[in-house]
């Protein structure tokens, strides 16, 4: 999982060969805390098909408020600059799966 601030954010997203899922995260939310492993593990299931990374939107919140971001954590999968589709708090890591599964089978 990659750490993102704004210019990594708009390399990724815009510059990357496989689509990009973005944690919106603060550090200050336990929930995103809790939500580490799971997305760790998402990065590790689905390998080169996806890159995973995290913005932290207690130092870059203006990008989080660029991206409509209201609640944490949301965790937004973009392909090619363009956002697919977005999940907020997911209950854990196979519905994370699940909102991939979906988002890339529809692109």
């Known amino acids: 999982m990659i750490q993102m601030n704004r210019e990594l954010f708009q390399i990724c997203t815009s510059g990357s060969s496989v689509p990009v899922l973005v944690a919106f995260c603060s550090a200050e939310c336990g929930y995103c805390r809790r939500l580490q492993p799971a997305l760790k593990r998402v990065s590790g299931r689905w390998g080169d098909r996806l890159l995973v990374g995290q913005v932290n939107i207690d130092r870059d919140y203006m990008l989080a408020m660029e991206e409509r971001i209201e609640v944490v954590p949301t965790l937004v999968l973009y392909d090619r600059g363009k956002a697919l589709g977005s999940i907020v708090v997911p209950n854990h890591g196979d519905h ?11 692109a």
Not at 96 to 106: T, W
């Open 96 to 106: 994370i799966d699940d909102f991939l599964k979906e988002a890339l089978a529809e």
